[in-house]
């Protein structure tokens, strides 16, 4: 049997699949790590634990595979979070820990970039909003407030090129990710001059740049031993993770939006090329150069829903523990007692500041219409559609760039929850369809893989793989609800806008 394994380098853990010939799931592993929060907007990674949840994550499934009994890898594939930042120095230690696109600390920078009326010129030709989550805001920030580091740093990577780097030495980046950090020229596919010029890095400080189908095969022998792989196995680069989710639900056709929500979240559509809005509100990644993905991000996904978990349903968690129940399968039993709108309750899920549609990372949360008739359960079918909310107010941002949006493709953990997915039909008046198997993102690097073998002919082969399915269908008699409450609560959203600095910064003074 040969066998190609989809890795899926996430923000808080690691996760490698293993696929057989007919890209069926034969096994998984699934190794966290801790984001660190040292200080007031900061959100850090450490190398080495990365590292190790990656190789620990990979020997498993290669154990898996069963290589003695004449089986062989024949790729492994990454998937990777975007718009993290490392910088290292001449001998290649580094000088920094991994900087995530959660991290904040770049956003007196970014505001000032955008207020200036070059950031958008510079969006115009990067298609990455500014907001500190991009390097591109990062390497301003530490050219300020860091300039010892900025000094000597003499390359900068993300975390998988990191990996890339100390399995094979190299220093490439794909130009999936490249087109993530605000420093790359998606018209011309290449660093752009203008970026570079603003934050002071010189070209040769940033990566070659490659295809997603580009790999290396030539392996350092001692991380090969440890691993229990091959050192000639190809390691294919791969692509981003918000472009291999469209891919992996098979959501690359035209008016068919993929939806993930996980930690944070997105929608994406993909178009034949790059797509600039002219306000600034979505970005474009690339997914390869004939492929195009245009959406928007959200910060504010399933780690909100975990902050009602565990700071309003406590007990229940509790609860779950002892009936050796998911603790988010009775929390949403709860939420669906309550009809939908949550009987007036808006909650605007901005607990990590915002990427799209307000691009403000000094937003904040809040319920709007608490009335002595609320309870707990109101609150939690409030946070669950406030995220919702969220979302389709990205996706009116969306239609505007790229068309209509005729059905959605749903990803992430959120889509395990049947409430969350007829919420989602019902927002959107749109149907939802969940694929039955959930590793969309490490199948799509698998499928890049067999194309850059050349093992298949087109990315469009995944159609055949993507399996079973579930299509929500939109409930008419909650149309009404949600018609009335969304612009309520894009109103709100916009009139909020005007204080967030304040009470960003109030918190930033006394939390320190």
Request: hydrophobic share 40%; charged share 20%; proline share 5%.
């Amino acid at each position: 049997m040969d066998y190609m394994i989809g890795v899926d380098l996430g923000t808080t853990s690691t996760k490698a699949v293993l696929f057989d010939d007919q890209n069926k799931v034969v096994a998984q592993a699934n190794y966290g790590y801790p984001l660190y929060r040292d200080e007031p907007d900061m959100a850090e990674e450490d190398l080495d634990e990365i590292f190790t949840a990656f190789s620990n994550a990979l020997a498993a499934v290669i154990r898996k595979a069963n290589l003695s009994a004449g089986n062989k890898i024949a790729a492994v594939s990454f998937s990777s979070a975007m718009h993290s930042l490392i910088a290292f120095d001449k001998d290649w230690k580094p000088l920094t820990r991994v900087i995530t696109w959660a991290d904040t600390r770049a956003v007196d920078f970014a505001d000032q970039l955008k207020s200036s009326g070059l950031g958008q010129e510079i969006y115009s030709k990067t298609g990455t909003p500014i907001h500190p989550m991009a390097p591109l805001s990062k390497l301003l920030w530490l050219k300020a407030e860091y300039p010892e580091i900025f000094q000597n740093a003499a390359h900068y990577l993300g975390i998988k090129e990191y990996l890339f780097h100390r399995l094979f030495g190299s220093n490439k980046m794909d130009i999936s990710m490249a087109s993530g950090t605000g420093l790359f020229n998606i018209f011309e596919l290449d660093w752009d001059k203008q970026a570079l010029k603003l934050t002071g890095v010189r070209k040769e400080q940033l990566p070659e740049t490659v295809e997603p189908y580009a790999y290396e095969n030539t392996m350092a022998p001692e991380f090969a031993a440890v691993l229990g792989i091959p050192t000639d196995v190809p390691f294919v680069y791969g692509a981003g993770d918000g472009p291999l989710s469209n891919l992996g639900v098979d959501a690359v056709k035209p008016g068919v939006a993929a939806i993930t929500i996980g930690t944070s979240g997105a929608i994406r559509v993909v178009s034949d090329k790059p797509v600039i809005d002219p306000k600034g509100r979505t970005f474009t990644y690339a997914l390869d150069k004939d492929h195009w993905v245009v959406g928007g991000p959200v910060n504010n996904g399933g780690d909100v829903f975990r902050w009602a978990r565990d700071n309003l349903f406590d007990a229940e968690k509790s609860t779950a523990a002892l009936l050796g129940r998911d603790a988010y399968d009775l929390m949403t039993e709860i939420a669906s007692r309550i009809p939908a709108g949550s009987d007036g309750l808006i909650f605007h899920p901005y607990l990590g500041g915002e990427r799209a549609p307000i691009w403000d990372a000094n937003a904040r949360g809040s319920f709007f219409g608490l009335n002595h008739s609320h309870t707990r359960a109101n609150m939690l079918r409030a946070v669950l559609e406030g995220i919702t909310f969220n979302v389709y107010m990205v996706s009116l941002a969306l239609e505007e760039v790229v068309g209509t949006l005729n059905s959605i493709q749903a990803t992430g953990g959120f889509a395990r929850s049947p409430l969350w997915r007829q919420m989602f039909a019902d927002i959107f008046e749109q149907p939802v369809t969940v694929p039955e198997a959930f590793e969309s993102g490490a199948l799509a690097a698998v499928i890049v893989a067999q194309k850059a073998l050349g093992k298949i002919d087109d990315l469009y082969e995944i159609s055949k793989y993507i399996g079973d399915s579930n299509t929500y269908q939109p409930d008419p008699k909650n149309f009404e609800a949600y018609r009335e409450l969304a612009p309520i609560f894009i109103r709100l959203s916009r009139q909020l806008q005007t204080e967030y600095d304040n009470i960003a910064n109030y918190q930033r003074k006394h939390n320190q």
